[in-house]
């Protein structure tokens, strides 16, 4: 198993409120952590049960959680000082804006995942030599939370 890796980026990446076809969801708890569950049962893919190690053949495994301590830290640091900006392109790729919006606080933020507007972007794939997770909002979203433009 140590050499195993499999791809969490696409279709098996975890979503909230939502079992994908691989058995993956994400859920906030009281704590307003984040944990990226696995389900055995509604796992379709034919092989699981040669994909996963019987031990982890359950429901409700936690196989990833990011702390709230940790994400807020790091959240309010960059979000939650004067605010956030965004440089806006034409379609040949010359910056023509830049937009700001208000300040974000964690419990903002956490309420966004739980509506499903700031969602969980990998790039765990094979033949990425730097894999990565992100938290992501689509550019529609942050169009709506813009406040000036100059």
């Given at each position: 198993?140590?050499?195993?890796?499999?791809?969490?980026?696409?279709?098996?990446?975890?979503?909230?409120?939502?079992?994908?076809?691989?058995?993956?969801?994400?859920?906030?708890?009281?704590?307003?952590?984040?944990?990226?569950k696995y389900?055995?049962?509604?796992d379709k893919?034919?092989?699981?049960?040669?994909?996963?190690?019987?031990?982890?053949?359950?429901?409700?495994?936690?196989?990833?959680?990011?702390?709230?301590?940790?994400?807020?830290?790091?959240?309010?640091?960059?979000?939650?000082?004067?605010?956030?900006f965004k440089?806006?392109?034409?379609?040949?790729?010359?910056?023509?804006?830049?937009?700001?919006?208000?300040?974000?606080?964690?419990?903002?933020?956490?309420?966004?995942?739980?509506?499903?507007?700031?969602?969980?972007?990998?790039?765990?794939?094979?033949?990425?030599?730097?894999?990565?997770?992100?938290?992501?909002?689509?550019?529609?979203?942050?169009?709506?939370?813009?406040?000036?433009?100059?």
């Amino acid at each position: 198993m140590l050499n195993l890796t499999c791809p969490w980026s696409g279709d098996p990446a975890p979503k909230i409120k939502k079992i994908n076809d691989y058995g993956q969801t994400l859920v906030v708890d009281d704590e307003k952590n984040i944990h990226a569950k696995y389900f055995f049962s509604p796992d379709k893919r034919q092989n699981k049960g040669l994909l996963i190690p019987v031990a982890a053949q359950v429901e409700n495994l936690t196989i990833a959680k990011w702390e709230r301590i940790s994400i807020q830290g790091k959240l309010e640091r960059k979000f939650n000082q004067k605010g956030w900006f965004k440089c806006l392109q034409d379609s040949q790729g010359f910056y023509t804006e830049i937009v700001f919006g208000e300040p974000i606080k964690y419990e903002i933020w956490i309420k966004l995942v739980e509506d499903g507007d700031v969602f969980f972007g990998s790039g765990m794939y094979e033949g990425n030599a730097r894999p990565y997770s992100q938290w992501r909002a689509s550019n529609t979203f942050w169009n709506k939370l813009i406040t000036s433009r100059y």
